[in-house]
Antibody, heavy 122, light 111 residues
Framework: QLHLQESGPGLVKPSETLSLTCSVS??????????WGWIRQSPGKGLEWIGS???????YYNPSLKSRGSISVDTSKNQFFLRLTSVTAADTGVYYC??????????????WGQGARVSVSS | QSVLTQPPSVSEAPGQRVTISCTGN?????????VQWYQQFPGTAPKLLIS???NRPSGVPDRFSGSKSGTSASLAISGLQPEDEAEYFC???????????FGGGTRLTVL
């Protein structure tokens, strides 16, 4: 059964790094003709795309993150990861890992994790 | 402020038809980038409802339909049911901003 599951700390201190893991079951990150990525949702900014990757292609990020975000993958565990550096309160929200159809300019997010709530606070 | 503009809320009676608009510009909808629509219930993740302007994924009732013309798109829901009460988001890609963009969401109330 297709399933995405986020995990990681629910509380991060300002200026530190937010790290999340997405565990994928029922599909193969390296064998699938899909993109994989991260989206966040907050009351202030609504839904915001963070970034995506295609296993045999490139990784793409939202320019508004100003290079603070990075996505990596561990195909042996069928997991991918998000790191967001120098976080502020504006980074508080629910973070979703997603599967999406290529290419990026026509992409649809066809599978979502349940979401991980992250608060940035001292 | 979202790149794609949606009305904050709409309401209609059960059994009726409602449309939700999504307005963009010539960097996103106007250059032909696909529009997607998502349905979200409180406390849950969004769910893909319409892709590629007007295509329903398997399992989505044919009461839901999408359309696009120029810099605007619409989601229509016919035969409204109480369980359709949710928030709806549109999504596309912006060539100038070089990013995926979303609408601010529309809360549908079934009276």
């Amino acid at each position: 059964q297709l399933h995405l599951q986020e995990s990681g700390p629910g509380l991060v201190k300002p200026s530190e790094t937010l790290s999340l893991t997405c565990s994928v079951s029922g599909d193969s990150i390296s064998g699938s003709n899909k993109y994989w990525g991260w989206i966040r949702q907050s009351p202030g900014k609504g839904l915001e795309w963070i970034g995506s990757f295609f296993y045999s292609g490139g990784t793409y990020y939202n320019p508004s993150l100003k290079s603070r975000g990075s996505i990596s993958v561990d195909t042996s565990k069928n997991q991918f990861f998000l790191r967001l550096t120098s976080v502020t309160a504006a980074d508080t929200g629910v973070y979703y890992c997603v599967r999406q159809t290529p290419p990026l300019v026509l992409t649809a997010f066809d599978l979502w994790g349940q979401g991980a709530r992250v608060s940035v606070s001292s | 402020q979202s790149v794609l503009t949606q009305p904050p809320s709409v309401s209609e009676a059960p059994g009726q038809r409602v449309t939700i608009s999504c307005t963009g510009n010539n960097s996103n909808l106007g250059v032909g980038h696909d529009v997607q629509w998502y349905q979200q219930f409180p406390g849950t993740a969004p769910k893909l409802l319409i892709s590629g302007d007007n295509n329903r994924p398997s399992g989505v009732p044919d009461r839901f339909s999408g359309s696009k013309s120029g810099t605007s798109a619409s989601l229509a829901i016919s035969g409204l049911q109480p369980e359709d009460e949710a928030e709806y988001f549109c999504q596309s890609y912006d060539s100038t901003l070089k990013t995926v963009v979303f609408g601010g969401g529309t809360r549908l109330t079934v009276l």
